[in-house]
Structure formats: C-alpha cells, structure tokens
C-alpha cells in the first residue's frame, strides 16, 4: 500500500465529520454564549427503514469483565470489556464518582483517529460532579481491530452497524448497574462517534440527551463529495464507489435523528473546521425534531477549545437536574 493509498484511508477514518460544502452557510455566530436553542415541536417521522438493522437479543449476556483499575481523587477507573454485537468484544472504561447512588450515567465514543482515551479528562470531571461515565473503544480501536476496508463489500456498513448495537448494548450494561440511574442516561460522541451517535439517536430510546460533536448528516455524501478522497475513489473505480455510496445511504445518520422521538440535542461545530462545513452542520441541524441546543466555537475539527467542554459538561449537568457547582 503506498502513501497515497494510506493517506485515503486515513480520510476515510475520520469521515465521520469529513465533508466539504460547495456553498458555506453561517450557521451560527462564533460567540459560543450566541447559540440557538429551539424547543421544537415533535414531528411524527417514520423509523428510516434501515432501523431494522440496529435491533439485537438483549437477553444475551453481558459477560462483562475487568481487566483492571486505578483510582484517582476518590474516582474509581475500571478498565473493562463485555459483549457487544455478536462477535464483538468491545473495550471499555468505566468511571465511577465516589460512592454512587441512583447516578445518572454519559456513554462516549471517540472520533475516527482516537480511541476512548479522549474522552479521559472529561469524564473524571463529570464524575466529580456525580456522574457514572463509560467510555467505549470504536470497533476500529480495539486489540482486535476492524479497520475501514470500501473494497469489500458491505465490510465499511457492518462496522458502523455493529458500533450502534455496541453502543446498544452499553445501554444495558449501565442500566444493570445498581448505582445508575436507568432514566437518565445520556451519549456523547465526537466526529465517528457523532456520527453513530445520529443514528443511536432514532433507534435507541432509552437515551434522551445527545451531545453530538462535529458530526454530519450523510457518509454517502462525504465519499461521494470530498475532494480530499478522490485518490481512494479512483483506486476503487467508479463502479465500487458507486457500490459502496449505496451501501452506507441508508446508514445516513440525518434521517435517525428526524426519526428520534422528542429528546435533548446538543450539536456543537467548529467554524474553522475543515472536515464539517457550515453547510453539512446546518442539514444536520435541520433535521432535528426536539429541543436543540447549537454552538459554534473558533477551532478546527477537534473541537479542542475550552469553552465547549464546558457549555458540554453544564449542558448535561442540566438534563439531568443536578447542581451546577464544579
């Protein structure tokens, strides 16, 4: 493989949040204390019909097991592992405050170049402040990695649909968990994780808040658009790409969230971001149903500023009621 090729795959790797827009919209001011918050009128939306796809036997065990630990200011991190989708042994690290009690819990997933670890630092934040966090390693992250491969046939759309159940599944283990909260549960998801996210959003109602974090309404569309993946399509040949645009359309995370019944959605972008464009960010935005919180920060797809970690954190602390003291 040469460095060419690498380079488009490693494209690949971050499309969740990786398109360009032809004519960029301002979607919002940078000032992130001017953001749009629309508490929005529910409406009816059928289930996409590819919903079918994320279902799975909630019977099956868990056989969660730990792998090891620390503990850091009364924090306890447990590193772990349990049964996601059939044949999927995902990673996992759960952080717990001190002496939980009926705690509301965050499930992370990572973007498309990291894995758990990123989401570290805030997750022992919010669990100063009582809150239960799993963070879960992406199929591709793990010691047995799945890796994006558009030449196989439906290998790309089996990863993102085996990510949702995961993240599925994640739901159950929190909701065994005697110290947890089963009602408020809630997701955070950067870039691939945002992405999976949108659609976790129209298939899994146990969770009511979403905090979506450069991600995109369509993967479909970033293969199909992105100028920066014109090596990959032309080393797949137009009759794969178009194959493989057809594969992942009916894994378009917009169509999930316009399905999602009434739920808390906090999208927050990158005005400097040149993976997700304005244009990309506001048909995500659109799609939305339920009360939506929007921000936009001065920084680049990694969302790395400050400021949105925290209008984050406080925004969860808020849906789930708890006091805002740091």
């Not at 503990?71 to 049964?83: E, G, K, P």
């Not at 405050?97 to 499930?107: D, E, F, I, K, Q």
């Not at 040149?274 to 799609?287: F, K, N, P």
Request: net charge neutral.
């Amino acid at each position: 493989m040469n460095a060419r090729t690498r380079r488009s795959l490693a494209l690949l790797a971050v499309l969740a949040g990786s398109v360009q827009a032809q004519t960029p919209v301002v979607l919002v001011p940078d000032d992130p204390a001017d953001h749009a918050s629309s508490p929005r009128p529910p409406a009816p939306a059928q289930p996409p019909p590819a919903a079918a796809l994320f279902d799975y036997d909630a019977s099956l065990p868990l056989r969660f097991t730990v792998l090891g630990g620390q503990t850091q200011d009364n924090l306890r991190l447990v590193d772990a592992s349990f049964q996601g989708a059939p044949g999927s042994t995902v990673t996992c690290t759960c952080i717990l405050p001190p002496n939980p009690t009926h705690a509301p819990a965050v499930l992370f997933l990572h973007s498309g170049n990291s894995s758990r670890e990123e989401f570290i630092p805030e997750a022992l934040a919010l669990a100063r402040r009582g809150i239960v966090c799993l963070l879960i390693d992406a199929p591709f992250a793990r010691p047995e990695a799945t890796l994006y491969n558009p030449a196989v046939r439906g290998h790309d759309a089996a990863m993102y649909i085996r990510a949702v159940v995961d993240c599925r599944r994640a739901v159950d283990l929190l909701r065994a968990r005697p110290d947890t909260d089963p009602t408020r549960i809630a997701f955070v998801g950067h870039s691939f994780g945002g992405y999976v996210g949108g659609i976790l959003s129209g298939v899994e109602p146990r969770i009511r808040s979403f905090a979506l974090i450069a991600a995109f309404p369509s993967l479909a569309d970033a293969v199909r658009d992105r100028p920066a993946l014109a090596p990959q399509r032309e080393r797949l040949g137009p009759e794969r790409v178009s194959a493989y645009i057809a594969e992942m359309r009916p894994l378009d995370a917009a169509p999930f969230v316009a399905a999602a019944r009434p739920l808390s959605l906090l999208l927050q972008f990158g005005s400097r971001d040149r993976e997700v464009s304005a244009d990309q960010a506001q048909r995500l935005t659109a799609a939305a149903t339920g009360p939506t919180t929007v921000k936009t920060y001065l920084c680049g797809h990694e969302l790395n500023e400050p400021r949105a970690v925290a209008d984050r954190d406080d925004w969860l602390v808020s849906r789930f009621a708890l006091a805002a003291d740091r």
